[in-house]
């Protein structure tokens, strides 16, 4: 199934922090390696509050995505939502996640 994106969700990779470069030496780890568009659907949100380590903590979404877009073995636990309108909206700790095999999609409750 085709997602219309309005937006890219930023997840960490399962084995950052574990890779070798070329020449045999470890690459560091990083927060957000991988990225997908996606379409983020706002429940809630309430930028009036204070704006604390990336992001406002009364908000919620739910972001949906292709199966393709990502690796078989999907399941972070942070993501970094930037919304094509309303720009970077901050990082999420992922509340819920469920994989639907009908429509081949992935929908995340943050």
């Not at 997840?11 to 957000?32: K, R």
């Not at 379409?39 to 949100?45: A, T």
């Not at 995505?65 to 073995?73: F, P």
Request: hydrophobic letters at 30%; proline letters at 4%; one cysteine or more.
């Amino acid at each position: 199934m085709l997602i219309f994106s309005n937006g890219t969700i930023y997840f960490d990779h399962p084995i950052s922090g574990t890779d070798i470069d070329e020449e045999g030496f470890p690459i560091a780890g990083s927060d957000f390696l991988s990225s997908a568009q996606c379409y983020i659907d706002v429940q809630n949100e309430n930028r009036s509050g204070k704006y604390e380590e990336g992001k406002y903590p009364n908000g919620s979404f739910v972001v949906s995505l292709d199966y393709d877009s990502v690796d078989e073995d999907f399941n972070p636990k942070k993501v970094r939502l930037e919304h094509e309108r309303k720009g970077d909206l901050g990082v999420f700790t992922i509340q819920r996640i469920e994989f639907y095999n009908l429509t081949r999609t992935i929908q995340i409750w943050i």
